[in-house]
């Protein structure tokens, strides 16, 4: 089974977050599935380059400073993901989509409204757990 490496961004400004969505896949599952953005790892990349290049690549934007949050592994039917993600504060909306098909920015306790892709889901529980904790 093929094993991927992930890295997604959880990019917070003020009180919301950035959830964006996926376009159509030939994987019916994560098709225009809501997610993070970010993307592959590539060989000899660190996760923290992946992320500042991936989010340059998919919206344009310059994040500083990633900070990790956790690390899901999923198994879908046609391969198995490791995600490992980070929030990035930024202080201005000012992105492009240039992959995605659509952008929310929505508060934590709003996340449950989309439909995610599966293993983001442990990413928005663990969001909401912390969230009530405050
Ligand atoms: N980026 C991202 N991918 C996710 C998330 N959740 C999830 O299941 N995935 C899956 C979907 C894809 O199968 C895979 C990441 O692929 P990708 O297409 O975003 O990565 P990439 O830009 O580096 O890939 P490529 O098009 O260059 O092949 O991980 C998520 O929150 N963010």
Same mark, same amino acid.
């Given at each position: 089974?093929?094993?991927?490496?992930?890295?997604?961004?959880?990019?917070? /400004?003020?009180?919301?977050?950035? /959830?964006?969505?996926?376009?159509?896949?030939?994987?019916?599952?994560?098709?225009?599935?809501?997610?993070?953005?970010?993307?592959?790892?590539?060989?000899?990349?660190?996760?923290?380059?992946?992320?500042?290049?991936?989010?340059?690549?998919?919206?344009?934007?310059?994040?500083?400073?990633?900070?990790?949050?956790?690390?899901?592994?999923?198994?879908?039917?046609?391969?198995? %993901?490791?995600?490992?993600?980070?929030? /990035?504060?930024?202080?201005?909306?000012?992105?492009?989509?240039?992959?995605?098909?659509?952008?929310?920015?929505?508060?934590?306790?709003?996340?449950?409204?989309?439909?995610? $892709? $599966?293993?983001?889901?442990?990413?928005?529980?663990?969001?909401?757990?912390?969230? %009530?904790?405050?």
């Amino acid at each position: 089974m093929k094993k991927i490496n992930v890295v997604a961004a959880i990019i917070q /400004c003020g009180e919301e977050i950035l /959830c964006v969505r996926r376009g159509p896949s030939k994987f019916n599952y994560i098709s225009e599935r809501y997610e993070f953005p970010g993307g592959k790892i590539e060989v000899d990349e660190t996760k923290d380059n992946a992320i500042i290049r991936e989010i340059k690549e998919e919206l344009h934007l310059d994040i500083h400073g990633p900070t990790y949050f956790n690390t899901v592994d999923h198994q879908y039917p046609d391969f198995q %993901i490791t995600m490992h993600s980070f929030i /990035c504060l930024i202080d201005h909306k000012n992105i492009t989509l240039t992959e995605h098909i659509d952008q929310q920015w929505l508060k934590i306790d709003e996340l449950n409204n989309l439909d995610w $892709a $599966a293993a983001d889901i442990p990413i928005v529980q663990k969001l909401q757990a912390e969230y %009530i904790k405050g």
